[in-house]
């Protein structure tokens, strides 16, 4: 890299851009090499579910090589189906998104469901930890596609 980006070079090349709805977002190397991990992690739990809310999060993360079984919440027609549905499995791994909807049904989620499976968000708080909050919803996780 010369000229006007040679001051920048050391910056850049530690430093890959992504872009999430219109902004453009700093995601370092450290970063997707952790986002990938994520993933490998994901596939590796047994007897397990995702959940999300709906298509293009299910989409994103089959996008970046999740393997195992998800289900969309809003395919469900109702919280009451959903549960009834899901409470046969033995874990269910929440991947709700972090906006206000979200964060109320995974609520609802863990109120209804708590005593009859193991609900589990510790990959929401890993995720939101990698990403440092910068992805509040699953299906930014496209962003992290072209690095895979």
């Given amino acids: 890299m010369y000229g006007i980006f040679s001051n920048f070079s050391c910056i850049f090349i530690k430093c890959l851009i992504c872009q999430i709805e219109m902004y453009i977002v700093q995601v370092t190397e450290q970063e997707v090499q952790d986002v990938k991990d994520f ?4 596939n590796y739990q ?3 579910v995702v959940i999300v809310e709906g298509k293009r999060d299910s989409a994103a993360l089959k996008k970046l090589g999740f393997s195992g079984t998800v ?3 809003h395919r469900f027609g109702g ?3 959903f549960v009834d549905y899901v409470a046969k499995y033995e874990r269910l791994i929440v991947l709700l998104d972090g906006d206000r909807k979200g964060k109320y049904l995974t609520g609802k989620i863990i ?3 708590q005593h009859r499976t193991k609900v589990d968000l510790s990959f929401k708080r890993r995720l939101v930890s ?3 909050g910068k992805i509040r919803f699953i299906e930014q996780l496209v962003c ?3 690095f895979f």
């Fill in 39 to 42: 993933i490998l992690l994901l």
């Fill in 46 to 48: 047994v007897n397990s």
């Fill in 71 to 73: 289900f969309e919440l």
């Fill in 79 to 81: 919280m009451i189906k």
């Fill in 111 to 113: 109120e209804q469901l």
């Fill in 130 to 132: 990698i990403t440092k």
């Fill in 144 to 146: 992290y596609e072209s």
